[in-house]
């Protein structure tokens, strides 16, 4: 089946420092990519959605400046946490779809850590 | 705004007991998945329901959906300890936007 690897698995980061998390899907091309976060005992919340080759689209609440996407490859996006904190702590997980038909094939998450 | 809350969002039960959980949303949608999460891990896709009256089974998980009432269940048969975990529904509307979950605990 489909397969949409994500890097890295955990992170541990100081506070003020940037942190690049990569989203890869493996055996298909995916015209759209999802971020979520996961804070503990909770939901995922949609951060964005990115189309191949153009700018990502940001949920309400999601600072676009702090989270940068970038999915420049029908095979890869990549989330950066800029000047991260603490708070920012928390399990991000992408997800990948080949078209607007397709199922949604999720990454294995990254725990981030802010100290 | 599409809400999708889950009822309840914490099941204790014992094994060989059945259970139904339940996910409500507030618009239409395209379809509907239910997904199982194991802790500090991802998803687990395990039920996908395109239309109304939609009914599919693995194992001692059915999933039903009336898209007329906006709802959907995930009915559990003879639950057995491995089905502990957390669920989530989610809806689609073009994005996906999940279910606040329901923590099932199985107890022996």
């Known amino acids: 089946g489909a397969v949409v690897s994500q890097h890295p698995s955990r992170v541990i980061c100081k506070s003020g420092t940037s942190v690049k998390i990569e989203c890869r899907s493996l055996d298909f091309q995916a015209t759209t990519m999802f971020w979520y976060r996961q804070f503990p005992k909770q939901s995922l919340m949609l951060m964005a959605t990115s189309n191949e080759g153009s700018k990502a689209t940001y949920e309400q609440g999601v600072e676009k400046d702090k989270f940068l996407i970038n999915h420049a490859s029908l095979t890869l996006s990549t989330l950066t946490v800029t000047s991260a904190h603490p708070e920012d702590s928390s399990f991000y997980i992408c997800?990948?779809?080949?078209?607007?038909?397709?199922?949604?094939?999720f990454g294995n998450g990254t725990r981030l850590t802010v100290t | 705004e599409l809400k999708v809350e889950q009822n309840p969002l914490f099941l204790s039960m014992q094994e060989g007991k059945n259970y139904t959980i339940y996910c409500n949303y507030s618009?239409?949608?395209?379809?509907l998945y239910w997904y199982r999460q194991d802790p500090g891990k991802s998803l687990e896709s395990l039920f996908v329901?395109?239309?109304?009256?939609a009914v599919k089974q693995e194992g001692r998980l059915m999933a039903s959906l009336d898209t007329k009432a906006r709802l959907s269940t995930l009915h559990i048969t003879a639950a057995v300890h491995d089905l502990s975990a957390t669920y989530f529904c989610a809806v689609q509307v073009g994005k996906l936007i999940f279910g606040t979950g329901t923590l099932l605990a199985v107890q022996p």
């Open positions: 997800s990948a779809r080949e078209d607007s038909s397709s199922p949604l094939h």
């Open positions: 618009t239409t949608s395209d379809r």
């Open positions: 329901l395109l239309s109304n009256g």
